[in-house]
């Protein structure tokens, strides 16, 4: 039989903050133990007393914890669905975490770019601008979407085509953006927008590798074509 019932003075409370499980993880979680790691997710005033039920309950096991039903998690004494779902979540991000990280894309050329955004962008019925963030490696950092509607020199703000790689202290993009009509023949206000950012990008050692323009099936490299670069 495991006990239902924690003694009225805490275990918590008996510690130097120092030997707290929250400060211990904080300072360095991979010295902590199983018991501490499980105390700084539940916690409260008695979450050293909680969590060692816990891993007596399971036998000292995180995979019968994690495989084990909300509600049997949650019938241990002062512990509850709410606290149970954030011991499962936590588990699940740790079980995350030891997944291989799967291969960020490399851009080597216009055609490599192109495709990372040509299915979705040429099925858009509005203009979209996107800008994708390349490291040194030309590894792909992140695709982020920076306004959509009419893409035109007068409503595209530089600074923001310019912020992610700022935010990410990356050294290039590509700006990408669809042409509706599914001609992805560059407009005049195509090739100035992609010469203000080139200028604007050099200024703050981001560089501009390209401007696509995507259409259904197709696409348009605007370095390929030297217009604005």
Same mark, same amino acid.
Not at 3 to 11: G, N
């Given at each position: +039989?495991?006990?239902?019932?924690?003694?009225?003075?805490?275990?918590?409370?008996?510690?130097?903050?120092?030997?707290?499980?929250?400060?211990?993880?904080? +300072?360095?979680?991979?010295?902590?133990?199983?018991?501490?790691?499980?105390?700084?997710?539940?916690?409260?005033? *008695? *979450?050293?007393?909680?969590?060692?039920?816990? @891993?007596?309950?399971?036998?000292?096991?995180?995979?019968?914890?994690? &495989?084990?039903?909300?509600?049997?998690?949650?019938?241990?004494?002062?512990?509850?669905?709410?606290?149970?779902?954030?011991?499962?979540?936590?588990?699940?991000?740790? @079980?995350?975490?030891?997944?291989?990280?799967?291969?960020?894309?490399?851009?080597?050329?216009? =055609?490599?770019? =192109?495709?990372?955004?040509?299915? $979705? +962008?040429?099925? @858009? $019925?509005?203009?979209?601008?996107?800008?994708?963030?390349?490291?040194?490696?030309?590894?792909?950092?992140?695709?982020?979407?920076?306004?959509?509607?009419?893409?035109?020199?007068?409503?595209?703000?530089?600074?923001?085509?310019?912020?992610?790689?700022?935010?990410?202290?990356?050294?290039?993009?590509?700006?990408? &953006?669809?042409?509706?009509?599914?001609?992805?023949?560059?407009?005049?206000?195509?090739?100035?927008?992609?010469?203000?950012?080139? $200028?604007?990008?050099?200024? +703050?050692?981001?560089?501009?590798?390209?401007?696509?323009?995507?259409?259904?099936?197709?696409?348009?490299?605007?370095? $390929?074509?030297?217009?604005?670069?």
């Amino acid at each position: +039989m495991f006990p239902t019932l924690y003694p009225s003075t805490s275990k918590l409370k008996t510690l130097p903050v120092r030997e707290t499980p929250a400060y211990r993880v904080s +300072m360095n979680a991979a010295s902590c133990s199983l018991s501490e790691l499980l105390a700084a997710v539940i916690g409260g005033t *008695q *979450q050293i007393e909680i969590a060692d039920a816990l @891993l007596a309950r399971f036998g000292g096991d995180l995979q019968r914890i994690y &495989h084990a039903p909300t509600q049997q998690i949650a019938s241990i004494h002062g512990l509850g669905e709410s606290t149970a779902v954030k011991l499962k979540a936590a588990l699940a991000l740790g @079980l995350r975490l030891c997944e291989p990280r799967a291969e960020r894309p490399i851009v080597n050329s216009p =055609a490599d770019a =192109a495709a990372l955004v040509q299915h $979705e +962008m040429s099925l @858009l $019925e509005q203009e979209y601008l996107k800008v994708i963030v390349l490291n040194t490696r030309n590894h792909v950092l992140d695709i982020v979407e920076i306004t959509h509607g009419s893409v035109n020199s007068s409503q595209v703000r530089i600074a923001e085509v310019l912020r992610p790689a700022v935010e990410r202290n990356a050294p290039a993009i590509i700006v990408v &953006h669809n042409h509706p009509s599914s001609d992805p023949t560059p407009s005049p206000d195509d090739i100035k927008i992609t010469q203000t950012i080139r $200028e604007a990008g050099k200024l +703050m050692d981001i560089d501009l590798l390209d401007h696509i323009i995507i259409a259904k099936d197709q696409y348009t490299s605007l370095k $390929e074509k030297r217009m604005g670069f």
